[in-house]
């Protein structure tokens, strides 16, 4: 799951290396959610 904490819960479907980007301070971000649902 991605964001568990929130309802309803996402799934990225489509996480690899290339879909994590870092951020200013390292921190990683997924990109690409195009194929993300919502699971209940």
Known sequence: Y???VC???V???DIK???ILLD???NPRLSDCGFAAFYQ
């Open 24 to 26: 200013a301070e390292l």
């Open 11 to 13: 799934i990225h479907r």
């Open 2 to 4: 991605l964001h568990e």
């Open 17 to 19: 290396s290339a879909n």
């Open 7 to 9: 309802s309803p819960s």
